[in-house]
């Protein structure tokens, strides 16, 4: 079934939806949600309320891509399952060495504000267009979907140290890109 007669469903209130979300994409959000959750029974935690989120998201949201906004609400869902459990164990928040190589540019998008967020990650997809295509999926593997550096190099048959590079020059061009755009960081 295509992404439209899908998103026909949800709009329609036709539980057929979600089933048909879990048969196309149960094993993409498995994927996505075990690259930053250890537990396996976390992972179906994240994946089960993926297709809640997506339930009541939509309506009044129509994605353009259903995968992406699929991945998106399940590493929302697995990044807060992790964060609830770190802090329930250590009495803490939990880091995330993906998002804190990012460095001065995380924390200028943790200060703003809904609607600067959008904004900027309008600018962040300008940015990663113009890129080309290896580093635009490097970044993406890393930032978006949490992979550690080896599974990427591995996916994408290069040495670590190259992914490490590439993602050094590509957070580099983007604080000169922001920094242009007058994001000050």
Not at 7 to 12: G, Y
Not at 63 to 80: E, K, S, V, W
Request: proline share 3%; net charge neutral; aromatic share 8%.
């Amino acid at each position: 079934m295509t992404d439209e007669k899908i998103i026909e469903l949800f709009f329609r209130r036709d539980e057929q939806a979600v089933r048909e979300c879990m048969a196309q994409y149960g094993d993409y959000c498995r994927t996505v949600a075990s690259n930053i959750l250890p537990s396996a029974a976390d992972v179906e935690e994240a994946v089960a309320d993926t297709w809640l989120d997506a339930w009541n998201a939509i309506p009044p949201q129509k994605p353009q891509q259903l995968r992406l906004f699929l991945g998106r609400l399940t590493r929302n869902r697995a990044i807060g399952i992790l964060r609830k459990n770190s802090a329930l164990r250590r009495g803490g928040d939990v880091t995330l060495v993906p998002l804190e190589e990012l460095g001065d540019i995380a924390d200028s998008c943790a200060t703003e504000s809904q609607v600067d967020i959008k904004a900027l990650s309008q600018v962040i997809s300008c940015f990663l267009k113009g890129e080309p295509r290896k580093r635009r999926v490097v970044f993406i593997r890393r930032y978006f979907y949490l992979e550690d550096v080896s599974a990427i190099a591995e996916g994408l048959g290069l040495k670590e140290a190259n992914v490490r590079m590439m993602l050094c020059r590509t957070r580099q061009a983007l604080k000169e890109y922001l920094l242009k755009e007058g994001y000050d960081l």
